[in-house]
Every structure is written in structure tokens, then in C-alpha cells.
């Protein structure tokens, strides 16, 4: 399963670089595999561990909003192919026409 997903912190200016980097200093703690874009994160996971992604989500809004930032937009984007596994890789890949 992939997901696709940009948290942004609305209200606090025009450059989000540094929250960014904390959702993602997020994933690694949590040991997410995942792939980094200009304006979306892809996150490749077994779907019996949607939850545990939910959960980050949850805890980042929380995180965020404990520190006095009162609106939190986020956008989701969930690839769930049943019939042959599909990792970041391979979708790059076949996406650039290379297999």
C-alpha cells in the first residue's frame, strides 16, 4: 500500500520547510519507509499497518496544535493494490517508463 500525504500548518507564514522536516524526523523515529517529493510524501506500508499511520497523523496534529498553531490542513492519497505487491521503486520506475 502507498500513501500519499502533505500536512501543512496553515497561518504561520509562507515557508512550512521546518515542519516539514519535523513530520519527516517523525517518520524516521518511527521507522516508516518512505520517499520524500516536492509537495507529497509517500509512505510504503503493509495494510495491516494503516492504522499505525493514522496514528502518526493524529499525533502530528497534536503536536502541531500544542503549539498554538490552530488550523492543520492535510491531504490524503491511498494506493491500496491488492493484486500484486507495489513498493515506491517499483512505482517510480514504471511511472518513468524504465520497466
Excluded: N
Excluded at 2 to 20: D, E, M, Q, R
Excluded at 26 to 46: I, N, Y
Excluded at 54 to 73: P, Q, T
Amino acid at each position: 500500500m502507498l500513501i500519499a500525504f502533505s500536512v501543512v500548518p496553515l497561518g504561520i507564514g509562507t515557508s512550512v520547510g521546518k515542519y516539514v522536516q519535523r513530520v519527516i524526523d517523525e517518520l524516521r523515529r518511527r521507522g516508516f519507509k518512505f520517499q520524500v517529493g516536492p509537495m507529497f510524501t509517500t509512505v510504503e506500508l503493509d495494510p495491516k499497518d494503516m492504522m499505525k499511520f493514522f496514528e502518526f497523523l493524529r499525533d502530528v496534529h497534536e503536536m502541531f496544535a500544542s503549539e498554538g498553531i490552530g488550523r492543520i490542513e492535510t491531504l490524503i492519497k491511498i494506493d491500496d493494490r491488492r493484486d500484486k505487491p507495489e513498493t515506491i521503486e517499483y512505482k517510480v520506475k514504471r511511472a518513468l517508463g524504465e520497466i
